[in-house]
């Protein structure tokens, strides 16, 4: 139970909640900007062109890997010359 003071001066400040403030946003009408009209299309077209090009470049045979270096390198004669 509320003192009639403090309930006053809580409905005196106007205070809303998150709960309100949503509740009038929603009923707002929105306007729609680049990314509600492009965003999941330039999400797709992004993410084709990512995995596209991962995978021109892991199938080319031209391309040696090489991974690991351990027991493919020798070391050179080393010359004083």
């Not at 993410?47 to 890997?65: L, N």
Request: charged share 15%.
């Amino acid at each position: 139970m509320m003192f009639p003071l403090a309930r006053s001066a809580l409905t005196s400040l106007r205070i809303l909640g998150i709960q309100q403030i949503r509740a009038r946003q929603s009923h707002r009408k929105h306007s729609s900007d680049f990314h509600d009209k492009y965003g999941n299309a330039v999400l797709a077209g992004g993410t084709t062109f990512c995995v596209v090009a991962w995978i021109f470049v892991t199938t080319q045979p031209g391309i040696k890997w090489n991974l690991s270096p351990v027991g493919r390198v020798t070391p050179k004669t080393w010359n004083d010359e």
